[in-house]
């Protein structure tokens, strides 16, 4: 008991001599930024002496830090009502007003600040002090831990650090990272902490998604086992006259009930789990940032904004991602005004908030996620799984191999290297599993290449007028071309209006990526081939000759299921296979079952439509504004990687191939076994926490 209490009284003296040298510091940058700053004066105008000048900053630095420490959160949680995009300029501007009233409680109210002047000096300040505050502590591991313990906002789950001996995993995912963009970041020495951990502690795998390459259905058969009658991105569906998109809180939320409904089981992370930055939960009793929550009213079980508020409650971390927020958002503007200058292609509009969405995506949630993730890691939590968006959506607008986007691949590389120093100082030994959930395939967008969108196709199929803007391009001559030959007659040039008989007759096109969705909302069951031709007899053949058309899936009634391609080639959905001629053969292994299984989706659109692919150079054409495109089939969009710790066992036997998300969910859970059981020695010296 003596012992315990003079360890206690131990680590109190530790934190008083840690707030003293923090305050001092805080009070020699005041004195520093008052001589430097003409509009922040800290003495009278008649002149004072050296002591007073200096008990003023001692106080005004004194009364700025307890501010911080008690307003802060308060502000913090206000903060949570506003959006995303806006908070960085909140930050600043909070930041300096409690500068400001910090320095009307000093002596005689001399110290003066202009409020732009207040701005820089607050946001200075609190970054030195929580330099200062960080240095300190990591000389301490116990104060060091307590502090990232706190930046997670683990206050009311607070466990004691001496945890399991057993590993626990944390799922790293780098989402859009295709498996060979990762080997040449490696080979390109962009990622040195990816290079260092396949040189001795890692094994990288590919594996193969289904026909819907994006996070939606990856990353719910990853964490609930299944993703059965995910089609793509967005479909409609008949049944209840709505548009499901993935990205939505609330068709997050319905897919995710779903999927336990499907599956019996809450998923991955239901034992002692935390999920960060993902569309699902993984049935984890920690959340912060998941979207299928997000849509519910804010209460104790739906903690989705809390990871905002854990983070931001450090004042300094808020003003150093606000600063980089606004450096990214500045960067994002002169690449793309450089792209413009230089008239590279191909090229999309990057223009609006997207500036401020790229900042968001590879600032914001990044350094939300990986101080969330950290705290897990310090909380001693079984199994953590995280989604880095960064590179995903900086692909999708400067293309995959884009300088843009290895600056983004570097940048990851360095959040995963922060959480293995991390790893370090947890209470459990921990294994590193990166993996991504789809990749990116390049190429021109269908509507620059041919001068009209999907949708323009689909109107010109069914006899409808299509807008003269659609023939403005280069190349649109192709497309019109297709289109006359098809229909045996001139696209329409006057643009007018045309209402065809009957409500909700035309069709309802959706794009999710490269893979394109055509259904009717007016006919409640799939339509059938037959149908569609007795309908609008040209579509099909208009769909299916079109030069940036790889292959059409619809329902038949004589074969069940066919698969078009150009010059009338059809074949039945049983009869499909990979080593057989016909509209599949340039996707490679796999497509055949791909789409055989989306076929038997309950929900699968009346006419699903692949855009043309390039083996030679890896090219599709996105129905999407993307130069950098995934959700169909076709190169390195369908080839993500899972890279994993030598002490687990491998992802896949000999000559077998992993495919499909529920088959890396299976995996996963071995892994998680694995972990409760014996642990088996890595072997790599002078590294016994990060496997």
Avoid at 47 to 65: E, L, N, P
Avoid at 136 to 158: K, N, P
Avoid at 487 to 512: F, I, M
Wanted: charged share 20%; net charge neutral.
């Amino acid at each position: 008991m003596r012992d315990v209490g003079a360890g206690r009284w131990r680590r109190i003296v530790s934190q008083i001599g840690r707030s003293v040298a923090v305050w001092a510091v805080s009070t020699l940058t005041m004195l520093v930024l008052a001589g430097i700053l003409p509009d922040f004066q800290i003495r009278s105008g008649d002149g004072d002496s050296a002591t007073r000048i200096a008990v003023t900053a001692a106080i005004g630095a004194g009364a700025f830090g307890l501010l911080s420490a008690l307003a802060w959160p308060v502000l913090v949680r206000l903060l949570l009502l506003v959006p995303a995009l806006v908070l960085g300029l909140l930050v600043f501007f909070l930041n300096g007003a409690l500068l400001l009233v910090a320095l009307r409680l000093t002596p005689a109210d001399r110290p003066e600040a202009a409020p732009e002047t207040a701005v820089v000096v607050a946001a200075v300040m609190s970054a030195v002090a929580s330099a200062t505050g960080a240095a300190l502590a990591v000389r301490d591991d116990d104060a060091y831990r307590r502090r990232l313990y706190r930046l997670a906002d683990r206050r009311g789950t607070a466990r004691r650090f001496e945890g399991p001996t057993t590993a626990g995993v944390v799922f790293l995912q780098l989402d859009g990272v295709g498996h060979d963009v990762l080997v040449r970041a490696v080979e390109k020495g962009l990622m040195p902490t990816v290079a260092s951990w396949l040189g001795a502690s890692h094994r990288l795998t590919p594996w193969r998604t289904d026909w819907s390459s994006q996070t939606g259905a990856s990353q719910l058969g990853i964490l609930h086992g299944t993703n059965h009658d995910i089609p793509a991105f967005r479909w409609y569906e008949k049944d209840t006259g709505e548009v499901m998109v993935c990205n939505r809180p609330t068709s997050a939320a319905e897919l995710q009930r779903r999927a336990v409904e499907h599956t019996g089981d809450g998923g991955l992370l239901t034992v002692d789990g935390a999920s960060r930055g993902n569309l699902f939960s993984g049935g984890a009793e920690e959340q912060a940032l998941v979207l299928s929550i997000a849509g519910r009213r804010r209460g104790r079980e739906n903690r989705s904004r809390a990871g905002y508020f854990s983070y931001f409650s450090d004042p300094a971390n808020a003003v150093r991602t606000a600063l980089s927020f606004f450096a990214e958002a500045g960067r994002e503007i002169g690449q793309s005004t450089v792209a413009r200058m230089r008239k590279r292609r191909p090229r999309v509009a990057r223009g609006g908030l997207y500036p401020f969405i790229r900042a968001f995506a590879t600032v914001v949630e990044r350094d939300v996620v990986v101080a969330a993730v950290m705290g897990d890691m310090l909380a001693g939590r079984t199994a953590v799984y995280a989604d880095l968006v960064a590179y995903d959506e900086v692909a999708h607008h400067s293309g995959p191999h884009s300088r843009d986007a290895e600056k983004v691949l570097q940048r990851l590389d360095r959040s995963a290297a922060l959480i293995a120093q991390i790893a370090e100082q947890a209470p459990r030994p921990y294994r590193i599993v990166l993996l991504s959930d789809h990749g990116q395939s390049p190429g021109e967008t269908f509507r620059g290449r041919y001068g009209l969108g999907l949708g323009d196709l689909v109107r010109a199929g069914c006899g409808l007028p299509v807008p003269r803007k659609a023939r403005r391009t280069h190349s649109g001559a192709e497309a019109r071309a297709a289109v006359r030959a098809a229909l045996h007659r001139p696209v329409e040039e006057d643009g007018g209006r045309h209402v065809p008989p009957g409500r909700h007759s035309e069709p309802l096109v959706l794009a999710s990526g490269n893979l394109g969705l055509i259904s009717f909302p007016d006919v409640h069951h799939r339509m059938t081939r037959e149908e569609i031709d007795a309908r609008h007899p040209a579509l099909l053949t208009t769909l299916a000759n079109h030069p940036g058309v790889g292959f059409v899936l619809v329902r038949s009634e004589e074969h069940g299921g066919v698969v078009l391609g150009a010059h009338g080639a059809e074949i039945p959905v049983d009869e499909l296979g990979d080593e057989l001629p016909g509209p599949l053969a340039d996707f490679g292994p796999g497509a055949a079952s791909a789409v055989r299984r989306t076929h038997s989706f309950p929900h699968t659109a009346d006419i699903m439509v692949n855009s043309w692919y390039d083996p030679a150079e890896g090219e599709v054409l996105a129905f999407e504004e993307q130069i950098g495109s995934h959700g169909g089939l076709g190169g390195d969009q369908g080839r993500p990687f899972l890279m994993a710790p030598l002490g687990l066992s491998a992802a896949a036997e000999e000559g077998e191939e992993l495919v499909g998300a529920e088959h890396i969910h299976r995996v996963l859970r071995r892994w998680l076994r694995e972990c409760n059981g014996p642990q088996v020695p890595l072997g790599v010296p002078g590294d016994h926490r990060v496997a």
